[in-house]
């Protein structure tokens, strides 16, 4: 067995268009992209991964694999 024979890739594939607030993943997704942003906006961007990452079914998965 070589060193890296004991590790699972799980990709989680998620994008602001699978929001169901589509008003907001439009703001979002408006964004410029950068080193600096308001923060407003990096709390609206955190909030919206979060939701996404929770209805992400690969995301559940790899979260279960590791309890």
Do not use: W
Not at 23 to 32: A, C, D, F, S, T
Not at 41 to 50: F, T
Request: hydrophobic share 45%.
């Amino acid at each position: 067995m070589g060193a890296c024979d004991d590790f699972d890739i799980i990709v989680v594939d998620v994008s602001l268009g699978e929001l169901a607030d589509q008003v907001e993943g439009n703001y979002l997704k408006q964004l410029p992209t950068g080193f600096h942003l308001q923060p407003e906006d990096v709390d609206r961007l955190r909030n919206a991964a979060a939701k996404l990452l929770a209805q992400s079914a690969s995301f559940q998965s790899f979260i279960k694999q590791l309890r």
